[in-house]
């Protein structure tokens, strides 16, 4: 499928089941559609942002086991409430959530998934450029030592209700020069707790956006915007 027009007027969507292939940049901005989003049984490629910024789709969005390759952000700022359906040698979704197989790379959190709390599961590596895009629920995120790379500028953008930061990733910290930095993670946040193992790798431009208050968390280090 090459090409959505954005401007149609239907409410859902069933994508016709011969098509093997959603071609990048598909479905874009596509604000009509309001109802739900059916993947053929078929598919086997997801290009990049194939599906995205189309806030006003409802519900879970299935993937079919038969993907295989799966494009940079493929449904970034599109409002499903859940990833569902594949769990094969290349990708798995763990609580609405999609991974690479390996849970190494953090692929896309549904925007519309509506916990306003998430902890990055341990052994991810990489959280994926735009993968939190306009998650306006998320009020709280921890982002465990494993996590070694966000990937762009933009992973956190439009997460303006993303309060509080929890951060046990030195390498993490170490990103931390701006409000922007690290993927716009801490761009909307009050308060950012910081192990105290990733405390000392924290720049000296933090200081400069963040002041140290006393903590009220055992093991970490308190800062307030």
């Given at each position: 499928?090459?090409?959505?027009?954005?401007?149609?007027?239907?409410?859902?969507?069933?994508?016709?089941?011969?098509?093997?292939?959603?071609?990048?940049?598909?479905m874009?901005?596509?604000?009509?559609?309001?109802?739900?989003?059916?993947l053929?049984?078929?598919?086997?490629?997801?290009?990049?942002?194939a599906?995205?910024?189309?806030?006003?789709?409802?519900?879970?969005?299935?993937?079919?086991?038969?993907?295989?390759?799966?494009?940079?952000?493929?449904?970034?700022?599109?409002s499903?409430?859940?990833?569902?359906?594949?769990?094969?040698?290349?990708?798995?979704?763990?609580?609405?959530?999609?991974?690479?197989?390996?849970?190494?790379?953090?692929?896309?959190?549904?925007?519309?998934?509506p916990?306003?709390?998430?902890?990055?599961?341990?052994g991810?590596?990489?959280?994926?450029s735009?993968?939190?895009?306009n998650?306006?629920?998320l009020?709280?995120?921890?982002?465990?030592?494993?996590?070694?790379n966000?990937?762009?500028?933009?992973?956190?953008?439009?997460?303006?209700?993303?309060?509080?930061?929890?951060?046990?990733?030195?390498?993490?910290?170490?990103?931390?020069?701006?409000?922007?930095?690290?993927?716009?993670?801490v761009?909307?946040?009050?308060?950012?707790y910081?192990?105290?193992s990733?405390?000392?790798?924290?720049s000296?431009?933090?200081?400069?956006?963040?002041?140290?208050?006393?903590?009220?968390?055992?093991?970490?280090?308190?800062?307030?915007?």
């Open positions: 499928m090459l090409q959505f027009p954005a401007g149609k007027t239907q409410k859902n969507f069933v994508i016709p089941s011969t098509v093997v292939e959603i071609s990048g940049s598909a874009v901005s596509c604000t009509n559609l309001s109802g739900t989003i059916i053929p049984a078929n598919l086997k490629t997801i290009g990049t942002s599906i995205s910024t189309c806030p006003n789709v409802t519900g879970e969005l299935v993937i079919p086991q038969t993907v295989t390759s799966i494009g940079g952000y493929p449904f970034h700022g599109s499903f409430t859940a990833f569902s359906g594949i769990d094969n040698a290349y990708y798995t979704t763990v609580d609405g959530v999609l991974y690479d197989a390996s849970m190494t790379n953090l692929i896309q959190y549904p925007t519309g998934k916990d306003t709390s998430f902890t990055v599961p341990s991810v590596a990489t959280i994926g735009y993968s939190f895009y998650a306006k629920s009020t709280s995120i921890t982002i465990p030592s494993t996590v070694t966000i990937a762009g500028t933009s992973a956190f953008s439009g997460c303006s209700n993303l309060k509080t930061v929890i951060i046990e990733s030195a390498a993490v910290a170490a990103m931390l020069s701006s409000k922007n930095s690290a993927g716009n993670l761009r909307y946040a009050t308060t950012v910081v192990s105290e990733a405390a000392a790798s924290l000296e431009s933090f200081a400069d956006i963040f002041r140290e208050t006393s903590s009220d968390q055992t093991g970490y280090r308190k800062y307030t915007a």
